[in-house]
């Protein structure tokens, strides 16, 4: 009786101990810094599995992580950036935005996260590429990642933005594009990192564009719009 106890206990331990380890897989990435520069040294921690490794000379990392993990990195200096990771998650690519001050470019190239020389020129060649936005991959993501409650109807590559909720099946609920001060159909072909500012309008705030404004209006400004 006690043998066949300790051999499903031992049964139901190696179960136990096999579906966890099915549940596990490694997880790819790289971490820069303007859309450019690789970051080294940089902790990258699977909340689920409590792995934490270091990126490499080249920002790239490798960590075993759990479906509906969250991969957490908070360097110094750099915004820190939380991604939830699903079953179609073998990689991330994630620019990090640096918080720009004297004491932080100290911070930033003491713990050797990015040369120094590098840092200077990207500060003042390529400040307009250290925005949040870069770390989206389209314009819908940006969109739905920084306004709450405003949402997107997929189709195909591209969606429709929905901001006052949706009208009855025979009417369009899709909001009014507004681009470099142009209203235009679509906004497919904008990528994230162009955006300069991207506001979304309602209300009374959308009346200056009458009844074509009646589902709300996203007005974007390109850096080429300048």
């Not at 935005?97 to 190239?109: E, G, Q, Y």
């Not at 309008?201 to 564009?209: E, R, S, V």
Request: net charge positive; hydrophobic share 40%.
């Amino acid at each position: 009786m006690m043998k066949r106890i300790f051999l499903i206990a031992f049964l139901v331990l190696l179960f136990t101990s096999a579906f966890s380890f099915a549940q596990t897989r490694v997880v790819y990435g790289k971490l820069t810094a303007f859309n450019k520069y690789p970051l080294q040294n940089v902790e990258v921690i699977a909340k689920k599995t409590r792995s934490a490794v270091q990126s490499d000379s080249l920002g790239r990392f490798s960590i075993v992580a759990r479906e509906k993990d969250v991969i957490k990195i908070k360097p110094k200096a750099f915004k820190p950036v939380n991604r939830r990771i699903n079953k179609e998650t073998d990689s991330l690519q994630i620019n990090l935005i640096f918080v720009d001050s004297p004491a932080n470019r100290k911070l930033a190239t003491g713990y050797g996260y990015i040369d120094e020389r590098d840092l200077t020129f990207a500060m003042s060649h390529l400040e307009h590429e250290n925005n949040e936005f870069c770390n989206y991959t389209n314009i819908f993501d940006l969109i739905v990642g920084r306004f709450p409650g405003v949402t997107v109807d997929r189709t195909g590559t591209g969606g429709s933005v929905i901001i006052r909720g949706k009208n009855s099946f025979y009417l369009s609920s899709e909001a009014l594009y507004v681009v470099d001060g142009m209203i235009t159909s679509d906004i497919d072909w904008i990528v994230p990192c162009e955006v300069k500012s991207i506001d979304i309008l309602k209300d009374g705030m959308a009346a200056i564009y009458g009844a074509r404004g009646a589902n709300g209006v996203v007005v974007i400004e390109t850096k080429r719009g300048q």
